[in-house]
Structure formats: structure tokens, C-alpha cells
């Protein structure tokens, strides 16, 4: 009895090294491809959520709009296209060099790997210094409502805006709403980005130690997922806050 | 034995992720629509088409939106779960959005 304990003890020991397998192959699945797959569907469940919280955003801005059309107008006037534009390139190069990084970590080439993630870091950094510049011109414009807002602009268009034409006072007061909006729009979505790029820094480091380069890169091509819906975000948020109220 | 028979048996299903390797060529012909995209929904910002610029304007952003979606996210080269899954997903916004402003259309109707 004691013998044949002994000899099946080794067995039960190698049960792991019998199927050999990929380290990071998980014991719940029967392949990579399907770990793979799982987690891919997971990620893209966690995004249709995400695409439901900025469409309640969307659809408010959309009524809000119709609703208080001039104030709406006038509020997007006061937005620089410049710097959305930038914002907008900034954000799609970011795109390209982080679905770059994952093709680098396809072909497990560790450094490429690093190189285009530290770069997908870098512009993420700088859509979120233009951001703050904007952020702090609304502030010393007084556009910021709850906090440091004043109808002036609306009430009184300066020369730079001369052919703004003048709100009367209660639809002046509606550009708040405009604002409103447009902070919890831009800011949610600056709050995304600075996930984002934390995440990134820990990745950067692990990508560093060669973590994502040995076959194992369901990490790095879910944050590709995340990364991406967040620069589709600003796609829709920029013509929408910046551009389609030019003419009117 | 018996695992690489069902591995087999997975294959097959519709579940099944091909690992298939976008070539950078494909990401940089996107990454240059998306540029250009972009340059075309200034532009068109720029000009005066009255109630077609909203129009225009989501247009643009939904086709590179949708580049973003099948090229850079994968979804074109991804298994039928998950194209299911994004189709589903983009489905139950839009059905949301709609019958949200239906309500919002026909709540007053006749009054305006």
C-alpha cells in the first residue's frame, strides 16, 4: 500500500509538466487562442459600458443643444479649433504607435515593444498639457460655471467677436450649460486618458522586463482596446464640442 | 490525448481567435485616413453647408471611427463573438438614443 503511494506520488507532482504547456496559459482554458479570446470578449463587455456612459453624455449635450441652441453656439465659439485640432492629431498619432506596440509585441521584439509604448505614453501626456492649457484659458475667461463664471462674453461680445451677436440675459445664463457639458465631457474623458497613461507606465516597466514579448500579450492588446475607445471618444467629442456650430 | 482532440473541437467553433498579424503597412494607410479625416472635418467646419454640418461632420467621425473599430481594434480580423459582440453593443446605443429622442420629439407634439 505504502509503496504504491509513493510511486503515484511523482505522478500527481508532474500532472503540471505532463501537458506541457505556455506559462501564462491559465488552467481554466483549454488553449492560448481561447484565453486569448476569453479575455478579448471580456475587455470588449467592459467597452459597450463605457460606449453607454459617454452616449448618456452625448445624448444630453444632443437635447441641451436643441434645447438652448444659441447659448450652445455661442459657448462653442469660444473653444479654440487650433488646439482641438492638435489634440485630435495628438491623439490619433497615439492611436497609431499604440496599435504599433502591439503588433511589436506579436513579433516579441521587446525593445520596439518599449519604444512605441514610452511614445504612446508621450502624447498621451501631451493631449492631457494642451487640455490643461485649455482648461485654464476657460479659467481666466470666467467660463468655468459653479466656479468662476461671468455672462460678459454673452452679454457683451468683445471686439475679438464682433460678429458675435449679443444674448439676451437668460439665454446668456444657458451657456453654463454649454460649459457644463463640455467640462464633464472633456473631463471624463481627460480622466480616462490619465488612467490610460498610469496604466501605460506600469506596462512600460513590465514590457521593460520582457513580460509581453514571449508570447504572452492579452495584457498589452486589451489595453490596446481601452486606448483606442478612448481616442474614438475624442472623434465624436471634437467635432461636436469645437466644430458644428461655426456658422450659426 | 483527450485534450488535444477537444482542442480540435475548438477550432472549429466560432469562438476561435485566428492570430492573424496586421501587417504595419495596413496600420499606416489607417493612421493616414485618420489624418487626413480629420483635416477634412476642419475644413468642412469651415464651410457654410446650414443644417448638413452637424451632418457632415458626425459622417466624417463616424467612418473613422469605424477605421478605428476594424483596423487598429482588430474587429475585422477578430472571430464572429466578437464581431457580434461590437455590432450588438453598437446596436442597443443606437436603439437608446433613438427612442430617447423619439420621446423627446413627440412629447409635445403639436404645441411648438
Known sequence: ???????????????????????????????????????????WLFLLTEIMFFGGLFTAYLIYRNWYYPAFVAGSHQLSIFLGTLNTAVLICSSFTMAMGVHASELRKRKEL???????????????GVKAVEYHEKWEKHHVPG???????????????????????????????????????????????IIGVSILLALIAQAWAGKYTTGHMTTIENFGLYWHFVDIVWIFLFPLLYLISRHQ | MSTHVKNEVLDTEPTHHASHIVSPKVYGVIFGALLVGTALTVAASYANFGIFNPIVALGIACTKAVLVILFFMHVKYSSRLTKLTVAAGFFTFLVLITMSLTDYISRAWGLW
Not at chain 1, 506541457?20 to 487562442?33: I, K
Request: with cysteine; glycine share 4%; hydrophobic share 40%.
Open chain 1, 1 to 43: 500500500m505504502d509503496s504504491q503511494a509513493i510511486a503515484t506520488q511523482p505522478q500527481v507532482h508532474d500532472a503540471h509538466a505532463e501537458h506541457a504547456h505556455e506559462p501564462h496559459l491559465r488552467h481554466h482554458f483549454e488553449t492560448v487562442e481561447q484565453q486569448r479570446e476569453a479575455s478579448s470578449f471580456g475587455m
Open chain 1, 114 to 128: 518599449v519604444g512605441w509604448l514610452v511614445a504612446t505614453f508621450v502624447l498621451g501626456c501631451v493631449f492631457l
Open chain 1, 147 to 193: 466656479l468662476n463664471f461671468s455672462v460678459q462674453d454673452f452679454t457683451h461680445p468683445s471686439a475679438q467677436y464682433k460678429e458675435e451677436p449679443p444674448l439676451p440675459m437668460d439665454m446668456a445664463q444657458k451657456t453654463q450649460v454649454y460649459f457644463s457639458l463640455y467640462f464633464a465631457m472633456t473631463g471624463m474623458h481627460a480622466l480616462h486618458m
